[in-house]
């Protein structure tokens, strides 16, 4: 079972750890083969009323949420994962003043998934809706197994542009500041396509925990675009939009579950 821990006044409220043999009978004329309808998935849920714009309200929306969110997010990771993960999430609030809005995602030292939120992230969403699509897209990216991908991925640019440097008569310090920079486009260049992968798994767990991705996704329009620079961490806005409205209709279609 997962935990959810809080610190300073918001602990009180996120204490929540949280066939048979018989006479054959005539056989029936055979009936013209009917047309079968595609399988439909389930209905987009209604969009959630918005919680009280205080951030009490905000912190008694964000423990409701995490009483359906948690049990959602450790049956899709058992169900999804491709690799042999820990699904026994923990979920931490951190209530320091002065910190940015934030989520985030990493692992403790005996690999149990962690997943973090600051209090000012809580204090900006306006319904729960927008919680659970936050707490869905952070859950996604440790079911896609993403942090071990993302290293991976730094250290292969670092290789690259290493021996780019190299070959070029770069000298030492030369090559170990190549590497650098390959680290850091090699992180942030697949992190794009990270992002999207965990939009679009974290609509789906958002939906099957009973609220609406899209109404969720809302929040993408209170933070700064970052537009789609190479070297840009996250995608565009409205890639990100566009990657929440595909997963319902995939859902909705019945292709995915």
Same mark, same amino acid.
């Given at each position: ?118 209090? #000012? ?26 942090? +071990? ?21 770069? +000298?030492? #310090? ?9 680290? #850091? ?73």
């Amino acid at each position: 079972m997962g935990q959810i821990i809080g610190r300073g006044w918001l602990a009180g409220w996120v204490a929540v750890t949280l066939a048979v043999a018989g006479c054959a009978p005539m056989p029936a004329p055979v009936a013209p083969p009917v047309a079968q309808a595609p399988v439909q998935g389930p209905a987009l849920p209604a969009p959630s009323a918005p919680h009280a714009a205080t951030p009490d309200g905000a912190a008694r929306s964000f423990v409701q949420v995490m009483r359906r969110m948690e049990p959602a997010v450790r049956q899709d990771c058992l169900t999804r994962r491709t690799a042999p993960i820990s699904c026994d999430f923990i979920f931490v609030v951190d209530d320091r003043p002065g910190l940015e809005p934030n989520a985030f995602q990493t692992v403790d030292r005996n690999g149990r998934p962690v997943v973090g939120f600051t209090l #000012s992230l809580i204090a900006q969403t306006r319904n729960p809706d927008e919680i659970a699509f936050v707490v869905g897209h952070e859950a996604a990216h440790h079911i896609l197994n993403h942090l +071990d991908r993302k290293s991976g991925a730094a250290t292969a640019a670092a290789v690259v542009l290493g021996s780019l440097a190299s070959a070029y008569g770069g +000298d030492t #310090s030369a090559i170990a500041r190549a590497q650098e920079i390959g680290a #850091s486009v090699g992180a942030r260049y697949y992190s794009k396509e990270w992002e999207l992968e965990a939009d679009y798994l974290g609509a789906i767990i958002t939906m099957n925990a009973g609220y609406d991705p899209i109404n969720g996704s809302g929040l993408f329009q209170r933070i700064p675009d970052p537009g789609n620079h190479v070297l840009g961490t996250h995608p565009a806005r409205a890639q990100r939009l566009a990657q929440v409205r595909r997963a319902v209709a995939d859902v909705q279609a019945g292709r995915v579950r």
